[in-house]
């Protein structure tokens, strides 16, 4: 099949030319320029918004000296950017042991894994390292497999797990699935995800619908007899917060059909909900966990499966086999990335921060009729355009407009699922920057007529 070509200027929407000419300064354009040109191109990528020159605790700068208070950061900068006692850490581990070949042991990738066997409940203490996120959900899915003696698995439209075949397999974001790539992995089923507020059954409140998208999972589990695992997110990063006693019904399910639950903490984990896992807000423990993304401290690349001790059964063959997957330096990154949180109290001030914004935007929703919804857990919260209230239609066009006006003063952030304007600030941050960031999104919200 032969692909056509669109160059991404083509393809920008009219607020992003509008932003785009507001900032015509040489040094932006050329590296956009260079960019656009050196990179292959793909959907969230390149071509680029704009440049960064620099990224210090919350902010971020492009090379024009425009500074923006980074509410995306990609899910790695809990901790901020450029932590001084991580860079100095990293610096010292590069002079003492830059690398270690994956057949020989060291001090830190030993001392990261055991830390993580003590953070996480349960029982979840045999760890494998692997390079990012999607590596390291492959690696459960394989996990699953061999435990179980099964290849199939359930997972939800909309998910996001990774941009590997395996990983893409089993989420649920059309951008991951194109046809381009041909068939996918096979036996991944997939079921509509919570959203409790776009569901059409949750007229009246998620104790009304008998958590029907709950039963789903068990429905197809007692008829799919082979499935190995369901994996999901604990909450939608996009955000969505599952309704009560969703996952509790779920690891029931999963407990009578025979199948392990693998959540997948990668952007929702290490603090970010208020809770150090995400799980924990609903009272379940997981068979398997996998987190990425903020655990090499918004610095280096690292990610890790948590799986129970009986589930260390995959000795005679590989399951991951990464050439970093011991490396000290990412190891050491990651385990001051811990000790920073748990030192700081960035998890409970995650919690304390999260209520004192929920609690700003709820008051502030009835200001517009634009907001249809508010939601989200500790530090990962979302505001969702609609064309009205009581439609609930989601409105793109008006999300993106707000968003190039927020950027316009000073934040940056990502929208989500179309239309969810999704904030997501280091736990580090501020109440007074806090303040001054949800002082923008309700300014710009409510410029729409």
């Given at each position: ?10 393809n ?6 509008a932003?785009?000419a507001?900032?015509?300064?040489p040094?932006?354009?050329d ?6 040109n050196?990179?292959?191109h793909q ?6 918004v704009?440049t ?9 700068e ?8 980074d509410f995306?950061?990609n899910?790695?900068h809990?901790?901020g950017y450029?932590h ?5 850490a ?6 003492d042991l830059?690398?270690?070949?994956r057949?020989?042991t ?6 990261l ?7 996480a ?7 494998l390292?692997?390079t990012g996120g999607?590596d390291a959900?492959?690696?459960?899915l394989?996990i699953?497999?061999a435990a179980?003696?099964?290849?199939k ?8 797990h990774?941009a590997?075949?395996?990983?893409a397999s089993v989420g649920g ?17 997939h079921?509509?995800?919570f ?5 059409p ?9 008998g958590l ?14 082979d499935v190995a695992a369901v994996?999901?997110?604990?909450m ?9 006693g ?5 690891r ?5 059909h025979g199948?392990?639950l ?8 290490l603090?970010?909900?208020g809770r ?9 423990i ?20 948590l ?8 000795g005679?063959?590989?399951i991951?086999?990464?050439t970093?997957?011991k490396?000290p330096?990412t190891a050491?990154?990651?385990l001051i990335?811990?000790e920073?949180?748990e030192?700081e109290g ?18 502030f929703?009835p200001q517009?009729?634009f907001?249809?919804?508010v939601r ?8 969702d355009?609609?064309?009205d ?6 409105a793109p066009d ?19 699922a179309?239309?969810v ?6 736990l580090t941050i501020?109440?007074?920057d806090l303040d001054r ?5 309700e300014?710009?919200?409510l410029a729409?007529?």
């Amino acid at each position: 099949m032969k692909l056509t070509h669109t160059e991404g200027e083509s393809n920008q929407s009219a607020a992003r030319r509008a932003w785009a000419a507001k900032h015509p300064d040489p040094a932006t354009r050329d590296l956009l320029a260079r960019d656009a040109n050196a990179f292959l191109h793909q959907s969230l990528s390149s071509p680029c918004v704009s440049t960064i020159a620099k990224a210090e605790g919350i902010w971020i700068e492009d090379t024009a000296g425009r500074r923006y208070m980074d509410f995306h950061g990609n899910s790695v900068h809990h901790i901020g950017y450029g932590h001084p006692r991580l860079v100095a850490a990293i610096k010292a581990q590069l002079d003492d042991l830059p690398f270690a070949p994956r057949r020989f042991t060291n001090e830190p990738a030993v001392a990261l894994a055991e830390k993580l066997g003590r953070l996480a409940p349960g029982g979840l203490s045999k760890v494998l390292f692997t390079t990012g996120g999607s590596d390291a959900n492959e690696v459960a899915l394989k996990i699953a497999r061999a435990a179980t003696g099964r290849f199939k698995t359930i997972s939800f439209w909309d998910a996001f797990h990774g941009a590997g075949f395996g990983a893409a397999s089993v989420g649920g974001e059309a951008t991951f699935r194109s046809h381009i790539a041909g068939p996918l992995m096979t036996g991944t089923e997939h079921v509509a995800p919570f959203n409790c507020y776009r569901c059409p059954y949750n007229h009246a409140g998620p104790e009304v619908c008998g958590l029907a998208c709950a039963g789903m999972v068990d429905y197809i589990l007692g008829r799919e007899t082979d499935v190995a695992a369901v994996i999901a997110e604990p909450m939608r990063a996009v955000p969505v917060v599952p309704p009560p006693g969703f996952w509790q019904a779920v690891r029931a399910a999963c407990n009578r059909h025979g199948a392990l639950l693998i959540m997948d903490e990668i952007p929702t984990g290490l603090g970010k909900t208020g809770r150090m896992f995400a799980f924990e807000h609903d009272a379940v423990i997981p068979d398997i966990v996998t987190l990425g993304k903020a655990l090499g401290g918004g610095i280096l690349p690292i990610a890790a499966v948590l799986a129970r001790r009986d589930l260390d059964l995959c000795g005679d063959f590989a399951i991951g086999h990464y050439t970093h997957e011991k490396n000290p330096v990412t190891a050491r990154a990651a385990l001051i990335t811990l000790e920073i949180i748990e030192e700081e109290g960035l998890v409970e001030r995650a919690a304390e921060l999260g209520a004192h914004a929920m609690a700003r935007l709820h008051a502030f929703a009835p200001q517009s009729r634009f907001v249809g919804d508010v939601r989200g857990r500790g530090l990962m919260f979302g505001v969702d355009i609609v064309s009205d209230r009581a439609s609930k239609t989601a409105a793109p066009d008006r999300a993106e407009r707000i968003y190039y006006r927020c950027l316009a003063a000073g934040l940056s952030f990502k929208i989500s699922a179309g239309s969810v304007l999704t904030l997501s600030p280091p736990l580090t941050i501020s109440r007074n920057d806090l303040d001054r960031a949800l002082s923008i999104v309700e300014t710009a919200i409510l410029a729409e007529a």
